[in-house]
């Protein structure tokens, strides 16, 4: 058995001399059923539209389900990676729009309550994806349990979805209070999703990140919106990304643009520890 010493001393050693120049975006949101996945999948097809090496990983650990909207029919997933009955590259699947895709698992320990031996699994994994990839996309569980924050908490760029409704604000401004609390590289942007026109999509924006602003004294930044439309719901029932089967709708131009937004930033320079790095500080 692995005293605590021994234990912090081989996550230390995993991390050491660990360099990465790739970049991790967490996508959540307060509540269940305002687009977070669709947009985890549709950005990770934009991404690697622009040449970049995109994984997405579905980290919805209550509710794994980007395998759906891909329609793709994994026969092992990120749980068998968990327990190690096999390694990354046995799940790691091609998926349509030129990205790599590791399927999820409901019913997954939360991440405050990992054993040493998960612990070690997790950061092997991470450690693995990072050599491989530029972008590396988090489809997170909505909510704000530990197994959503502390994850959405250590990327590079959290993407909190939310829609105009008043219980969807609601629920965002929960989930930027606990990542904001928790955050070691704070960059917490607002995706506004289902919007009748873009004035809603700003209003809706300047509305949440006066109130984080004033309230918890943190900058929420403006990643963009989505228009409402009917192409989203039409793509979902016939299992294919919305960018791929309607890439002239309205909400793929604005899926697209999110992406472009996204793109700069990862121009501009990451941060010099790595998404590997910071989750591994959480077990120390």
């Known amino acids: 058995m692995l005293t605590p010493a021994d234990q912090a001393t081989h996550l230390r050693e995993m991390v050491q001399d660990h360099h990465s120049r790739s970049c991790t975006i967490a996508v959540t949101s307060g509540k269940g059923g305002v687009g977070k996945t669709n947009l985890s999948v549709n950005l990770a097809i934009c991404l690697a539209a622009r040449r970049l090496r995109v994984m997405l990983m579905d ?4 509710l794994a389900n980007a395998d759906v909207l891909l329609n793709l029919q994994p026969t092992a997933n990120l749980s068998h990676v968990m327990s190690g009955r096999c390694e ?3 799940v790691v699947t091609e998926a349509p729009g030129g990205f790599r895709f590791v399927p999820g ?28 990839v530029d972008v590396l996309v988090l489809d997170c569980g909505a909510g704000v349990s530990r197994s959503v924050t502390t994850l959405a908490a250590a990327a590079d760029i959290c993407l909190v979805v ?17 990542v904001s609390q928790e955050t070691q590289n704070p960059h917490v942007g607002l995706v506004v999703n289902l919007c009748r026109s873009k004035a809603e999509g700003q209003s809706t924006y300047e509305r949440l990140a006066g109130v984080a602003n004033r309230f918890l004294e943190f900058a929420v ?3 963009g919106y989505i228009l ?16 791929l089967r309607y890439p002239r709708s309205s909400a793929a ?14 121009e501009t320079g990451r941060d010099s520890h790595s998404f590997l790095r910071r989750v591994a500080s959480m077990f120390m």
């Open 59 to 62: 980290a919805d650990f209550g």
């Open 88 to 90: 990354l590259a046995e």
């Open 105 to 132: 698992a409901s019913g997954l320990t939360q991440m405050a309550n990992l054993s040493v031996f998960e612990q070690h699994r997790v950061l092997t994994l991470l450690r693995d994806i990072e050599r491989e």
């Open 162 to 178: 939310t829609t105009p409704e008043p219980t969807a604000i609601t629920d965002a401004y929960a989930t930027i209070k606990v």
């Open 221 to 223: 930044f403006d990643f």
């Open 228 to 243: 409402s439309d009917d192409n989203v719901v039409r793509a979902v029932r016939q299992r294919m990304p919305l960018v």
């Open 253 to 266: 131009a604005c899926v697209a643009g999110i992406a472009a937004r996204l793109a700069r930033d990862l």
